[in-house]
């Protein structure tokens, strides 16, 4: 079945280091793919989705590039910020756009001054 | 926009007591989603609805669980006979469709069977 595999965390880094959180998926079909984010105490919420394939999503500083050759979805930020600590999930869904979401373990992110 | 909405936040409980928790969705948002999550895993999908109707179930959704949304708006998850396994955040989504709508979540609700 579909499946989304992301890098394990904690990941540590210092203010404005660059981040990279690595996501690579199994999936019949074209799926679209999605990064959402958990603040401590809050929902998750959707950071930035991509449809298709070497479309790039980007939000808050944040981006991914859908790669149908790897199966990739990359989350990437130039400069990280102490308020960007939280826990990162890379999803997937069926062909159709937003249904069933399927999650990555997730990665939390810990930013330091 | 009120966001969804779950409740109880929080629920304790003794191994074999039933429970059911409640979500109301966005108001015009006619999907919506159960899901669940175990510390330091991923949301693991249950059920969705379509307004009233129950279009999918996972295999994860034992008999002892059942959702409900009777009138297309809010929806209630029940667990029968709980066990220790239980334990976890069950988190309540709602999306539009047809449309462009990602998934919103509740902020969930954490269970603890003892």
């Known amino acids: 079945g579909d499946s989304v595999t992301q890098m394990e965390g904690p990941v540590t880094l210092s203010e404005e280091a660059f981040l990279t959180i690595n996501c690579t998926y199994t999936a019949t079909g074209y799926p679209s793919l999605f990064w959402y984010v958990q603040y401590p105490g809050e929902g998750l919420q959707l950071l930035l989705k991509?449809?298709?394939?070497?479309d790039k999503g980007s939000n808050k500083g944040f981006e991914a590039t859908y790669r149908k050759e790897t199966t990739s979805f990359h989350l990437e930020k130039g400069s990280v910020q102490v308020s960007d600590s939280a826990v990162y999930f890379c999803a997937l869904s069926d062909a159709g756009g937003y249904n069933k979401l399927i999650f990555g373990a997730g990665t939390r992110l810990a930013v330091h001054p | 926009d009120t966001g969804v909405s779950q409740d109880p936040r929080h629920k304790i409980t003794k191994r074999g007591q039933n429970v059911t928790f409640r979500c109301d969705p966005i108001s015009e948002h006619n999907r919506l989603y159960w899901y669940r999550q175990t510390l330091g895993q991923g949301p693991e999908f249950l059920t969705y609805?379509?307004?009233?109707?129950?279009?999918?179930k996972s295999r994860l959704l034992s008999d002892r669980f059942s959702a409900e949304r009777p009138k297309g708006s809010f929806s209630t998850l029940e667990i029968q006979r709980t066990e220790q396994g239980d334990s976890a955040m069950y988190l309540c989504?709602?999306?539009?469709?047809?449309?462009?709508?990602?998934?919103?979540f509740g902020n969930g609700t954490r269970l603890t069977v003892t």
């Open positions: 989504a709602s999306s539009l469709v047809p449309g462009n709508s990602p998934l919103h």
């Open positions: 991509a449809t298709k394939a070497d």
């Open positions: 609805f379509q307004n009233e109707a129950q279009l999918e």
